[in-house]
């Protein structure tokens, strides 16, 4: 099946500081990725779709201006959390959607811990 | 608009049996499709099989099958002969409108299955 990475897998920061997170699609090009935040013990909530070369699409809630999404080419996407607070503390997964089966797969998922 | 409800918080099963983990969803779409993820206590998400509506016949991959009955909106994930590996969080998910919602999945709440030796 088709692979997508992310990185990093966990990361501990202060309070105010910016968390990048990168999601790589490894043997396929993805125009459309997007990103979900999970809470423990609970189901997947779509944060943002981002398109390749386009501005990313938030939903409703999501602060854009906080997480900052860049999806410069069709391999690779980014998550930056911006002035991160304890709150922001989440597991955080991407997904990269293969065009010919319209199939989302996930990556590993990055563990944000603000201290 | 699409929901997904999984009505089972927690199923338990004996090592080399079969599971069946219910999926319901509710669409106005008439074209959509149907996903089911498995996600280990490690976090990642693992593509399990996909039943697209105009399938006639039931998805199968490997020890997994998708009973799908279309006329009661509903999309069940069948494991036949449990491993121990097979403990984990099942997510079953929509895709509506096939591509007219810009792909979005809309996920259930997740059934949490464990596998006893």
């Known amino acids: 099946g088709a692979v997508v990475s992310q990185h990093p897998s966990r990361v501990i920061c202060k309070s105010g500081t910016s968390v990048k997170i990168e999601c790589r699609s490894l043997?396929?090009?993805?125009?459309?990725m997007f990103w979900y935040r999970q809470f423990p013990k609970q189901s997947l909530m779509l944060m943002a779709t981002?398109?390749?070369?386009?501005?990313?699409?938030?939903e409703q809630g999501v602060e854009k201006d906080k997480f900052l999404i860049n999806h410069a080419s069709l391999t690779l996407s980014t998550l930056t959390v911006t002035s991160a607070h304890p709150e922001d503390s989440s597991f955080y997964i991407c997904?990269?959607?293969?065009?010919?089966?319209?199939?989302?797969?996930f990556g590993p998922g990055t563990r944000l811990t603000v201290l | 608009a699409q929901k997904i409800t999984q009505t089972q918080p927690g199923m338990f099963v004996q090592e080399k049996e079969a599971v069946t983990l219910d999926c319901t969803y509710d669409?106005?779409?008439?074209?959509?499709?149907l996903f089911w993820y498995k996600q280990p206590s490690s976090g990642e998400m693992i593509f399990l099989i996909y039943q697209g509506s105009y399938d006639e016949q039931n998805a199968t991959e490997g020890r997994y099958s998708l009973n799908f009955q279309k006329a009661r909106k509903s999309a069940n994930l069948v494991i036949s002969a449990s491993q121990l590996g097979d403990s984990a969080m099942y997510f079953c998910?929509?895709?509506?409108?096939?591509?007219?919602?810009?792909?979005?999945?809309?996920f259930g709440k997740g059934t949490l299955l464990t596998v006893n030796p």
């Open positions: 669409t106005s779409d008439q074209s959509y499709g």
């Open positions: 981002s398109n390749e070369g386009s501005k990313a699409t938030y």
């Open positions: 998910a929509m895709m509506g409108a096939w591509g007219g919602s810009n792909y979005k999945l809309t």
């Open positions: 997904s990269a959607r293969d065009q010919g089966t319209d199939t989302q797969y």
């Open positions: 043997d396929f090009q993805a125009t459309t």
